[in-house]
């Protein structure tokens, strides 16, 4: 009886609570001007911030994971050239004090099949 009153919570809370979202600093192949807003809601993918430090351009987004990072950027048609977590909160309050270059340092790359180099 317990057991099952604790498996229906877990599948109770399992569908109420979302996924915790990671975040993604994609570098890409051209400045970002953005996706469908529908687009970015059906694939559970937010915009955080866009920007390019020298001739490297990047995109830093809240996904569910990497898959649907992935298939973001099959759909919009764009290369991704590294794929980065974040090892800190890029909307932090602490990190707006920073600079683009010091932000950089909180990006750490990580394996990436889809990506062109």
Same mark, same amino acid.
């Given at each position: 009886?317990?057991?099952?009153?604790?498996?229906?919570?877990?599948?109770?809370?399992?569908t109420?609570?979302?996924?915790?979202?990671?975040?993604?600093a994609?570098r890409?192949?051209?400045?970002?001007?953005?996706?469908?807003?529908?687009?970015m809601e059906?694939m559970q993918?937010?915009e955080?911030?866009?920007?390019?430090?020298? #001739?490297?351009?990047?995109?830093?987004? &809240?996904?569910p994971?990497? =898959?649907y990072?992935e298939? *973001?950027?099959? +759909? %919009?048609?764009?290369?991704a050239i590294?794929?980065?977590?974040?090892?800190? #909160?890029w909307r932090?309050?602490?990190? &707006?004090?920073?600079?683009v =270059?010091q932000?950089?340092d *909180?990006?750490? +790359? %990580?394996?990436?099949?889809?990506?062109?180099?």
């Amino acid at each position: 009886m317990t057991r099952t009153i604790f498996t229906t919570a877990a599948l109770v809370l399992a569908t109420v609570i979302p996924a915790q979202a990671e975040q993604f600093a994609v570098r890409i192949d051209a400045a970002y001007q953005g996706a469908n807003d529908r687009l970015m809601e059906a694939m559970q993918i937010t915009e955080i911030d866009s920007f390019s430090q020298g #001739d490297a351009h990047y995109v830093v987004l &809240d996904a569910p994971d990497e =898959a649907y990072v992935e298939a *973001f950027f099959f +759909a %919009i048609g764009r290369d991704a050239i590294e794929l980065n977590t974040l090892d800190a #909160d890029w909307r932090a309050p602490g990190m &707006d004090g920073l600079s683009v =270059a010091q932000r950089l340092d *909180f990006l750490r +790359a %990580i394996h990436c099949e889809f990506c062109t180099s």
